[in-house]
């Protein structure tokens, strides 16, 4: 592996935009744009927690810049820039290096993000990737998790339980499935779609941790509950299939992590501009509940009894 300096100067300099100063100084200098919040979020990333040793690197330089991206997305964020923090074991070598660098490069072009800096150390353990990603919105704009109000419809972008899925065919529990894999290694995070969707809705959180979990988050930040159909959860064919055959995985559709969709609140009266502006960018739209002045989430399957969910997420210091 080359220096520390070779390496931030052949991988990332490339990669740097202006606020970055070529990765040159001791700091970045930003511009910040007038009548706008800054949104800050950062996602850490784990070898042996979040990804295997053997994951490729382009995977988990996808999943740590997708799951930045993924958080502005769900605050309606523009993304700006990043800081790219990143501890290599001494195994890491330069065809890791450039398949890492180059897939960065690819999401940036796709997300208009830059990178602006970062720092670089030895691990002695496995790799950790840690980014600090920064977007905008007009000021006093940001989507909260708050701000659900009783009767909102609930909504959900894409598929879930496809990142699960395929994280139990890497695991060898079921049969690999390329679409599961693909899913769980190479999220698509929902950046563009974040903006348009932010003036109609009231609360907004990504799905990182399962559905029950994240719209838990929004109900609690809220002060408020929901209902969610069962049966209403969007699902693909593979995944339809999949649970029909094993009932025991059905879980991975509310309580899975990773899949990096959007659950979001609205009022009854935007169902329609929703459903809209999500044709127009060709992502689906699922309507799975509604809040509820009951505090609580409460999953109801398709006889309208209550489901009993023993573990509605993921969580790192589960006891
Ligand atoms: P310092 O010693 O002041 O912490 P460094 O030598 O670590 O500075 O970093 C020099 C420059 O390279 C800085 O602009 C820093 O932001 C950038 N940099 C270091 N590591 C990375 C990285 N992994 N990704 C992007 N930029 C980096
Ligand atoms: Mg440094």
Redesign the pocket.
């Not at 990765?23 to 970045?28: M, V």
């Not at 800081?83 to 990143?86: A, I, N, R, V, Y």
């Given at each position: 592996m080359a220096n520390?300096?070779d390496l931030?100067h052949r991988y990332?300099s490339p990669l740097a935009g202006p606020e970055?100063?070529g990765?040159?100084?001791?700091?970045?200098c930003v511009t910040v744009e007038p009548e706008c919040d800054l949104v800050v979020t950062k996602d850490m990333l784990v070898e042996g927690v979040h990804f295997f040793g053997n994951d490729p690197a382009s995977s988990i330089a996808h999943k740590s810049l997708a799951a930045n991206l993924s958080d502005l997305a769900a605050k309606g964020a523009k993304p700006n820039h990043y800081?790219?923090?990143?501890s290599l074991p001494g195994t890491i070598d330069d065809a890791w290096l450039q398949k890492f660098s180059d897939t960065l490069a690819k999401l940036q072009q796709k997300t208009g993000i830059r990178?602006a800096?970062?720092?670089?150390t030895r691990s002695l353990s496995g790799v950790v990737v840690s980014i600090t990603a920064m977007g905008t919105v007009p000021h006093g704009k940001m989507v909260r998790r708050s701000g659900a109000q009783v009767d909102d419809l609930v909504f959900v972008t894409g598929t879930l339980g496809d990142a699960a899925l395929g994280l139990k065919c890497l695991e060898g529990h079921i049969e690999p499935t390329d679409s599961l894999i693909e899913r769980y290694r190479y999220p698509e995070a929902r950046f563009a779609l974040g903006i348009t969707l932010a003036p109609h809705i009231h609360a907004c959180a990504d799905v990182s941790d399962g559905l029950l979990a994240d719209l838990g988050h929004i109900a609690e930040a809220s002060g408020l509950g929901a209902d969610v159909t069962l049966a209403d959860i969007p699902l693909s064919p593979v995944v339809r299939q999949l649970i029909t055959q094993n009932p025991e995985y059905e879980n991975s559709i509310y309580a899975g992590g990773d899949d990096y969709e959007l659950v979001f609140t609205a009022a009854v009266s935007k169902r329609a501009k929703l459903e809209k502006v999500c044709a127009d960018a060709g992502v689906p739209l699922a309507v799975v509940g509604r809040i509820t002045e009951n505090t609580g989430i409460r999953l109801i399957d398709q006889n309208g009894k209550l489901v009993h969910t023993e573990r509605t997420g993921f969580q790192h210091f589960e006891t």
């Open positions: 520390e300096f931030i990332f970055g100063l990765l040159e100084d001791d700091a970045a800081f790219l923090g990143l990178l800096g970062g720092d670089t």
